[in-house]
């Protein structure tokens, strides 16, 4: 009797991971085994050495300059429980070129790598305006469809342009929620194809009518501008920005197993690193006199779009209603590197927020608050 309900479980499991496979779900086991098994319920920051990744090279790497009151000033009690309990991992503050605070917490230092999350796709649209500038692609107006055959016969998919997907308005099927298990983001997160992925969505209306944030449309972006590179993008990146910078480590960028970068996320680095492409933005651009990425397309990254309700540009999330302006990366849980030109400051938080509150017209509040807090701390 045992044995045949043994069996007949045996049977059912079977069919059940054939049809999840047949379906398109086979991903899921991807999933499992490498959160739901390790006590996680999504994503998490130190998961980078279970995926594959392409090596985002250094070659001499510049320390960061302490400035004389580097952590002479304590955080107060409100930032700290604010950090706290958004369980953070690095938090570093610059001023004017220079280290003013650096803190972690939960085992984390100076050489440990997170998960950079979406903050990656400000990183993407980089190197879109780094290919313009080289003549790599002719301009960010140009079809998608330009580049893939196949996006001719999709419909609304036809007027697809670059911009569309830097600015989030690319008018995709793709439903952006990261717990979810079936939803397209799970898909390419742990899939093992990301050309699937984001080729098979549909497009429910017109690109470039209406401004809603979705991974797909940095990821479609990637696909461009790999086939525009005729190179791995990590090598690109490698090229143009982390030797120039002088970044402290080399850096990993996840992919799937066709070694295509997640262009929408999933860049592996150190917090001083981080900063350092914040600084980037600080000087407009500039690394010891060189211009190495073009002022006009920093200035359109960091322009809020019309259509975004000011809180958007392309790849940067802006926050102009502040009495301190602001700009800044955002990556899932809490990832942020913010600009605040107008103090020459910026600060990098990275963590693990699993209930990130985002009331703030779509922003995080905990942006707001310590882009406030920490500028009025280090005058």
């Known amino acids: 009797m045992w044995l045949i309900i043994l069996q007949t479980v045996l049977i059912v499991l079977v069919v059940a991971i054939i049809l999840m496979y047949l379906f398109g779900y086979g991903y899921l086991f991807s999933g499992i085994s490498k959160t739901y098994l390790r006590g996680r319920s999504t994503a998490y920051i130190d998961d980078g050495k279970l995926f594959s990744s392409n090596i985002i090279k ?125 939803l397209p983001t799970a898909r390419a997160y742990y899939g093992r194809s990301l050309r699937k992925a984001s080729f098979s969505r549909r497009f429910k209306e017109n690109p470039g009518e209406r401004f809603e944030y979705q991974s797909g449309a940095t990821q479609l972006l990637g696909f461009a501008l790999k086939k525009a590179l005729n190179q791995t993008l990590a090598s690109y990146l490698s090229e143009k920005f982390w030797i120039p910078l002088g970044m402290e480590q080399n850096a990993e960028w996840s992919t799937d197993e066709e070694g295509m970068e997640k262009t929408y996320c999933c860049i592996h680095s150190n917090a001083r690193d981080f900063a350092r492409l914040g600084q980037l933005f ?83 509040d905990q942006v707001k608050f310590l882009v406030n807090e920490v500028v009025s701390l280090f005058k």
Do not use: C
Not at 71 to 85: A, E, M, S, W, Y
């Open 58 to 182: 250094t070659a001499s790497p510049k320390i960061w300059e302490e400035s004389p009151e580097y952590n002479k000033t304590n955080l107060p009690k409100n930032i700290v429980d604010d950090l706290v309990q958004s369980h953070t991992a690095a938090f570093i503050v610059v001023k004017n070129g220079k280290l003013m605070h650096e803190q972690y917490w939960n085992g984390y230092h100076q050489l440990s790598h997170t998960n950079s999350f979406s903050m990656t796709k400000a990183i993407t649209v980089m190197l879109l305006g780094k290919a313009i500038e080289e003549g790599k692609i002719n301009s960010i107006d140009d079809l998608f469809s330009d580049y893939f055959d196949e996006f001719k016969t999709k419909g609304f998919g036809r007027s697809l342009t670059l911009k569309n997907l830097a600015q989030m308005e690319a008018g995709l099927n793709w439903d952006e929620d990261y717990k979810n298990p079936f």
């Open 282 to 364: 600080l000087d407009d651009g500039k690394v010891d006199g060189e211009q190495i990425l073009n002022l006009d397309f920093i200035n359109q990254m960091k322009t809020p779009t019309e259509k975004s309700e000011e809180i958007y540009g392309m790849g940067f999330w802006i926050n102009e209603d502040n009495p301190v302006k602001h700009y800044y990366f955002l990556g899932l849980q809490g990832q942020y590197i913010i600009m605040i030109p107008e103090h020459q400051m910026l600060i990098v938080k990275t963590g693990s927020d699993h209930n990130l509150s985002k009331n703030d017209r779509g922003r995080p």
